[in-house]
């Protein structure tokens, strides 16, 4: 594998028609007296991620300012590529949720987020197994939109969870871990989040951020 500098992080160039993945480096304000951070991993493919500073989640097709979409743009899924954004955290426990780790069109993002106030995740995945000629099949799982509320100072993993349940079903749940630099790898206590007022996304968006 070769790796080119791009001003806007890393670019893995590898040959064959491996998805091209970017990598920007980013300096966010992090106070750790009064803030968290967030690493969630996500897609450029059929997977979808988005949070809210908020107890209560948004649909996607809702306009909502407070709701962050972990990807590149809707039209983003019909390019080749992904873009992860890191802004320091400490490495993943999980190979997978490394840069050097990520598969196809996978990407994480890592975000600043204010401590002690509730956070909702909304996950979602999809797949293409072989050809619908010769058996294939499609599958998808959404699981519900969960809250944590983060504490001042510590890092959390966020990402999809899946279970298999049969040749065409696959159970899933949204997964956060507290780590830390020394490999610290801890369950945190999710709850299920609300649906928001109508009339609260509406308020957000004209608000503005």
Known sequence: ???????????????????????????????????????????NDLQAA???????YSNAWESDSQRVSVDDGF????????????IGMPQSPRPWMRVEGLHFKDMIREYVVPAGQQITLSLSTASDVGSSKY????????????????????????YLALQEEGRKSHGCS????????????????????????????ETATKRGP
């Open 1 to 43: 594998m070769m790796r080119a500098l791009t001003a806007g992080g890393i670019l893995a160039l590898t040959a064959g028609c491996t998805p091209s993945h970017y990598v920007t480096t980013a300096a966010p304000d992090y106070k750790p007296q009064v803030s968290a951070r967030v690493r969630i991993q996500s897609g």
């Open 75 to 86: 039209w983003a899924r019909y390019k080749y590529s992904s873009r992860s954004v890191v």
């Open 174 to 201: 949204i997964e956060v871990r507290r780590i830390d630099a020394s490999g610290l790898d801890e369950p945190v206590q999710t709850q299920c989040a609300p649906k928001c007022p109508s009339s609260e996304a």
């Open 135 to 158: 058996g294939g099949y499609s599958w998808s799982c959404k699981p519900h939109a969960m809250t944590f509320t983060p504490i001042a100072g510590q890092d959390y993993d966020v």
């Open 50 to 56: 988005s949070f809210r500073v908020g107890a209560c």
